[in-house]
């Protein structure tokens, strides 16, 4: 049987506000106790509830026969067989109404099957309180910070930066929707080599553009934007102190035009040259010499990093008395902590994955819990237009940025496809297929289904009123189908929170889009007996209002006509 993931653990899902308590809370509970009464036990984080792939295999799971197979040393299926019995017993209160039966699937699964009244009670809920409903608590107001795009300000960013600042924006709006406390912030590396070589690369055209003949190094800046800071420093050559200061200044500013035309914005831009002369490094390097933590070899300070998880010692200060780039790695990362957040997430690009370890021992070695920092690689990202990859920019020489992108096919689209793989997957951009308005294109096809239920609703005899809707009409199996899937928006993004990836929110979408035109393309809204049409424009408006907040949430538009 095929299972969407780890979701709902104690504590963490509340999926029905406005019930005296929630089910599937109430569910962990009753599996808890009938263990105990079978004399067996798990820890709480081990009793979790799934979403089956498929309504036939029920609506919530539990794998606590196959986490008790290796203890008790039985098949998972006889274990199954023996507590599902046990659990229908201990059934009580709001359960004993919700739940309709209790089997085993596959190889040991043990999966509930609702009754109709458990959807329809999630139906009006969702039409009495509107999005408020679909609030859960997993957060319990959790400090949070995440760092993601963190782009050297260089050069414009690229498609690479784009998705992370797609997956990292969409994760921080879902974070904040389960009661995050959430900070989005870039870290500014505005010091060292690469500063001083966009200088030199700027200093160099400029005296190109005056007509003295250069050698312009290959390690240097190459594209056409180290021309147009050029021209802009000749003319404040007068007001200039530092010239790879201001070409980095221009550079970021233009960063933030885009991330600003992109739907992102962060709340904290922190500057690594502000960190290097507030002595902060030093006294964090002195801290961890306290601790033990550093010895001196071969003229070079290391860190004792392998005593911490790492795979070998790390060096942070070399020999001619330059930092490494894991000192202000270090000291940056305990100052998130002094700031408060309890939970740190970075996003970097593939090229960083074995720069994890170290930084994880760096925060267990100043006593925190290094599952407290994670650090997601998001993978490349590669852009296709008319099925062949586009390997090189049209008008920067260099690589495809975010804002061709932009122009080619918006902030939409764009934001989507860069979520529609995992994080940890390469991703397909077809720049063809983000531009048609038909079925092929996800965005198109989940806003058209939006706009398409807005119209039907604008166009509905009379106002629903939520109390008086009778859901028992609904019975069609496109009906349940839709009502079915509507219920799981909570789950799915508890789905994201513990995978740390929005990737599952754009499946989703594109899931209940797909139900919605089955059942309209199979049902008539409208024009139908008086009930029947109320109860189906209260299911459209549900399914309006599920939609809307997950495009939200991945900060694409929610369009009313197309």
């Known amino acids: 049987m095929i299972i969407w993931g780890l979701i709902l653990t104690r504590g963490q899902a509340h999926i029905f506000l406005s019930m005296k308590k929630n089910t599937q809370d109430l569910l962990i509970a009753v599996i808890k106790d009938t263990l105990k009464k079978q004399g067996l036990s798990l820890a709480e984080d081990q009793i979790i509830l799934d979403l089956p792939a498929d309504h036939r295999f029920g609506d919530l799971a539990t794998n606590c026969a196959m986490r008790l197979a ?60 509107g999005q408020k409903a679909l609030k859960i608590d997993a957060g319990k107001k959790k400090k949070v910070m995440i760092e993601f795009v963190s782009a050297n300000p260089t050069g414009a960013l690229s498609v690479a930066h784009a998705r992370q600042a797609a997956v990292g924006d969409a ?41 003295e003949k250069i050698e312009f190094p290959e390690d240097h800046y190459q594209g056409d934007y180290i021309y147009d800071i050029a021209r802009q420093a000749q003319k404040q050559k007068d007001k200039i102190k530092n010239i790879g200061d201001f070409a980095a200044d221009y550079i970021l500013s233009i960063i933030k035009k885009e991330l600003d035309d992109f739907g992102v914005k962060f709340d904290v831009w922190y500057s690594q040259k502000a960190l290097g002369s507030s002595g902060k490094i030093e006294k964090y390097l002195a801290e961890l010499k306290k601790r033990g933590c550093l010895y001196e070899s071969e003229g070079a300070l290391w860190f004792k990093s392998i005593g911490f998880g790492d795979d070998k010692d790390r060096v942070v200060k070399k020999s001619d008395g330059a930092y490494t780039y894991l000192a202000p790695d270090i000291a940056y990362h305990q100052e998130k902590y002094k700031r408060g957040f309890e939970q740190l997430i970075n996003m970097w690009g593939p090229d ?66 860069f979520m529609m793989r995992r994080t940890s997957s390469h991703l ?16 198109f096809y989940v806003q058209y289904a939006h706009a398409r239920i ?109």
């Not at 397909?428 to 965005?443: C, G, R, T, W, Y």
Request: hydrophobic letters at 40%; one cysteine or more; charged letters at 25%.
């Open 454 to 562: 807005c119209s039907i609703l604008n166009s509905a005899p009379a106002k629903i009123n939520p109390k008086k809707i009778d859901f028992s009409l609904l019975k069609e199996k496109e009906e349940v189908e839709l009502f079915k899937k509507l219920s799981e928006f909570s789950s799915v993004l508890n789905i994201c929170a513990q995978a740390q990836d929005p990737y599952m929110l754009t499946v989703y979408l594109t899931q209940v889009a797909e139900d919605f035109h089955k059942f309209y393309d199979n049902h008539r809204v409208l024009g139908q007996e008086e009930n029947l049409t109320l109860s189906r424009l209260a299911l459209l408006s549900a399914a309006r209002a599920v939609i809307a907040c997950g495009l939200k949430l991945l900060g694409v538009s929610q369009p009313e006509k197309m």
């Open 428 to 443: 397909d951009f077809d720049l063809e297929i983000a531009k048609k308005q038909s079925k092929d294109n996800p965005v």
């Open 352 to 417: 960083h994955h074995g720069y994890i370890s170290r930084l994880k021992a760096s925060v267990a070695a100043f006593g925190h819990n290094p599952d407290s920092l994670s650090v997601i690689i998001v993978q490349l990202a590669t852009i296709f237009r008319n099925g062949q990859p586009v390997q090189m920019s049209t008008r920067r020489g260099q690589y495809i940025t975010l804002r061709e992108v932009l122009d080619e096919v918006g902030a939409d689209a764009a934001r989507f496809f």
């Open 70 to 129: 290796r203890s008790l040393k039985k098949p998972p299926f006889e274990i199954a067989n023996t507590l599902i019995e046990a659990l229908k017993k201990n059934l009580k209160g709001p359960l004993a109404k919700y739940i309709k039966d209790i089997k085993v699937e596959g190889a040991g699964f043990i999966n509930f099957y609702f009754q109709d009244a458990y959807f329809q009670d999630f139906l009006r809920d969702l039409l009495l309180n």
């Open 171 to 211: 994760l921080a709006n879902i974070l904040e929707f389960l009661n995050f406390r959430v900070t989005r912030e870039y870290y500014l590396n505005d010091e060292g080599n690469q500063i001083n070589i966009l200088g030199r690369s700027v200093e160099l055209r400029q005296k190109e553009l005056a007509g």
